[in-house]
């Protein structure tokens, strides 16, 4: 058995990046020091699951921010396109969402870190979902790229937690229904 | 001195309506009993402004919702077009957001509600929102009205408050910098 688990911050108005990807208006909000749980998050997951957007925002970080195994859903990027220092570390599929989890779970796999809108999006519509860690920062920013989109049905939550920051950051967990 | 205050409900993906008007899906996740301190906020209000399309939703409402005076903001509708239970608690106006405050402080408000997705943007896009009251339901609808839009700038916000309820909806406060 495995569970896909959210841990994401967006703006006010539902944005996880500018339209261009870019994500300084998040360190703007945010406070020094402030703990918002996320290398605790890391050390509990296998690995990360993102689609190609978010990829490509993190591949432009220096050092490349993860130590555990990355999957990158993409239909276009093949592995050989990956520079040589990622080719170890990052694994390119094009895969459904359920075949993708039902291999990772194949490799021992109990719980993955699913990132990124797309991948967040395709990951809920077919309820592979256990958790999802929001965080909402204290601005808006008018436009961007959404966290959520469209669904064919209403999809509940239940809400397991609200913890707030002194930075004004609201987190809520909540699990799918 | 006027302030202007918005207490509003919006989905977790930041919608107040589905995209035809309708707010079925929030009596859905409301839990009977739970007060969630609108009649409270309603007393301390000298009345509401919306704009056409709330209007627009709340005239179907049977009895009129509102005991306290409504302006709404519109280009087209006149005050001839309303029914005539209507005509002595609404009054149309084509003012600016700045303008239809101005005058409403002249008449002696001191706080004003500000509702509905177009109004709250226009009023806030003018420095005219003092406080907002933001109540996430624990449910996601994928597509409908938002309550946010475009901005010109980034708008940060300084978190007052944080409440949840046992529905599972999330209560945030916020005043705008």
């Known amino acids: ?14 944005f996880i990046a500018r339209k261009d990807g870019s994500l300084g208006w998040l ?5 020094a ?12 997951v296998d690995g990360i699951v993102m ?9 432009a970080f220096d050092p490349w921010p993860y130590s555990k195994p990355v999957i990158v859903m993409s239909r276009t990027l093949r592995q050989a396109d990956l520079s040589d220092d990622l080719k170890d570390r990052v694994e390119i599929t094009d895969e459904t969402p359920q075949s993708v989890m039902a ?33 909402r920062m204290p601005v808006l920013i008018g436009e961007g790229r959404p966290l959520f989109g469209p669904l064919e049905k209403d999809l509940r ?12 950051i609201v987190k809520t967990r909540y699990r799918p229904r």
Request: aromatic share 10%; proline share 1%; net charge negative.
């Open 1 to 14: 058995m495995i569970e896909g688990h959210v841990f994401i911050a967006t703006s006010q108005d539902g």
């Open 103 to 135: 291999r990772l779970a194949r490799r021992g796999w109990t719980k993955a870190y699913i990132d990124g809108g797309r991948a967040i999006q395709s990951f809920l519509a077919a309820g592979l979902i256990t958790e999802m860690s929001l965080f």
């Open 33 to 44: 020091g402030e703990d918002h749980g996320y290398d605790a998050f890391i050390d509990t």
């Open 51 to 59: 689609g190609r957007g978010t990829f490509d925002v993190v591949t």
């Open 157 to 168: 939550l239940d809400l397991v937690e609200v913890t707030s920051f002194p930075s004004g």
């Open 27 to 31: 360190t703007e909000v945010s406070v």
